[in-house]
C-alpha cells in the first residue's frame, strides 16, 4: 500500500494542476473550458476535422491584458502555450495535446484610415467573416 501512495498521487498532479490552473485564470477574467466542460469538444476542436487534439484548456481572453495573463499563467504550470486566431495557425505548430490554447476569436475589430490608406485587423478575423462587405 506505500508504494502506491506516490503512484496515485503522481496520477493525480495534472487533474490538480488544471484545477488550479482554472482558478488562476478564474482570478485573472480569462474565461476558459476545461476536458469535462459542456464547451470543451466544440472549443478544442481543430479547424482541421482530420485532426485530433486534446488541449489543457482553451482560454478565451478579451483584452491584451488577458492574453498576457493566459500565457504566463500557461507557463507558470509547465504548459506550452499556443495561439488559435484565423485559421492560419498550421494547427496550433504541430499538435496540441497539454498545451493551453490561447484562442483569439474575441479580437475581430477592424478600422479603416481612408486618408492614410491603412487598415487595421485584428487578429481573431477569419476569411469569410467580412464576405458580405
Known amino acids: 500500500m506505500a508504494r502506491l501512495i506516490p503512484l496515485l498521487l503522481a496520477l493525480s498532479i495534472p487533474s ?3 484545477k488550479d490552473l ?3 485564470l478564474h482570478a485573472a ?3 476558459a473550458v476545461f476536458p469535462g466542460d459542456a464547451g470543451y469538444p466544440s472549443a478544442s ?3 482541421n476535422l482530420r485532426l485530433t487534439f486534446k488541449p489543457v484548456a482553451v482560454s478565451f481572453p478579451a483584452t491584451p491584458e488577458q492574453v498576457s495573463s493566459a500565457v504566463k499563467l500557461g507557463s507558470s504550470y509547465g504548459h ?8 492560419l ?3 496550433w505548430a504541430r499538435g ?3 498545451v493551453l490554447v490561447v484562442d483569439m476569436r474575441n479580437f475581430t475589430k477592424v478600422s479603416v484610415d481612408a486618408d492614410a490608406g491603412t487598415a487595421t485587423i485584428e487578429i481573431g478575423n ?4 467580412w464576405r458580405s462587405l
Open 80 to 87: 506550452h502555450v499556443a495561439a488559435r486566431s484565423g485559421g
Open 22 to 24: 482554472r482558478s488562476d
Open 89 to 91: 495557425h498550421r494547427e
Open 16 to 18: 490538480v494542476l488544471a
Open 29 to 31: 477574467g480569462v474565461a
Open 126 to 129: 477569419r476569411l469569410g467573416m
Open 45 to 47: 476542436e481543430a479547424y
Open 96 to 98: 496540441a495535446d497539454g
